[in-house]
């Protein structure tokens, strides 16, 4: 079954940069779109971006999604972090020869 | 405005059936998307459990197959999720979502936690 690998937690400082990966465990993660879910405690998750790297309205353009087809990965780039910024971030795509809609593991931002 | 409201009982006991249901409204169930159903165990991570087209079809989380069943009723405009065989490894925070296959979910219900304890 396809899955996607994310790192457990990263941590940066506030203004800086970060990224988080997610990695396809097989086939192309190019040949379905990939979404980004921010989760604070206690809430539900939002998308702060869809379909690879597009942003819904109300989210900051500092928040931008990218696919490598050569490392079979996604990307979380989050820009001039604030300290609001720290949640638990899920990269999640669809498994097209399944009919399955598929998870990371999720990824923990701390922003110190 | 499409909203989400999952109902249900808050505690199940081993071995019996967890069923819950979702409310929508702003938005038709039969004008299309899948309407599906996520968890997450305290603390860890979001699992789908299955959707449900607007005509019927559903799909369902190979680990989970054989125990679940989701179901629509478009006249009341709502989903429900039946989980069979239930054990403490299903107390979980039970989200339902509208669900496309390019845009994953985009729209969440609060979630409700069910207790599996006797």
């Known amino acids: 079954n396809f899955m996607l690998t994310q790192p457990h937690s990263v941590s940066e400082s506030p203004g800086k940069t970060v990224t988080i990966s997610c990695t396809g465990s097989s086939g192309s993660i190019a040949s379905n779109y990939v979404q980004w879910y921010q989760q604070r405690p206690g809430s539900a998750p939002t998308t702060v971006i869809y379909e690879d790297n597009q942003r819904p309205s109300g989210v900051p353009d500092r928040f931008s999604g990218s696919i490598d087809s050569s490392s079979n990965s996604a990307s979380l780039t989050i820009s001039g972090l604030k300290t609001e910024d720290e949640a638990d971030y899920y990269c999640?795509?669809?498994?097209?020869?399944?009919?399955?809609?598929?998870f990371g593991g999720g990824t923990k931002l701390t922003v110190l | 405005q499409v909203q989400l409201q999952e109902s249900g009982p808050g505690l199940v006991k081993p071995s019996e059936t967890l069923s819950l249901t979702c409310a929508v409204s702003?938005?038709?169930?039969?004008?299309?998307?899948?309407w599906g159903w996520i968890r997450q165990p305290p603390g860890k991570g979001l699992e789908w459990i299955g959707s449900i087209y607007h005509s019927g079809s559903t799909y369902y989380n190979p680990s989970l197959k054989s125990r679940v069943t989701i179901s629509v009723d478009t006249s009341k405009n709502q989903f429900s999720l039946k989980l069979s065989s239930v054990t403490a490894a299903d107390t979980a925070v039970y989200y339902c979502?509208?669900?496309?296959?390019?845009?994953?979910?985009?729209?969440w219900g609060q979630g409700t936690l069910v207790t599996v304890s006797s």
């Open positions: 979502a509208r669900m496309g296959w390019e845009t994953g979910a985009d729209y």
């Open positions: 999640q795509s669809y498994d097209s020869s399944n009919r399955n809609w598929v």
């Open positions: 702003g938005y038709s169930i039969s004008s299309g998307y899948y």
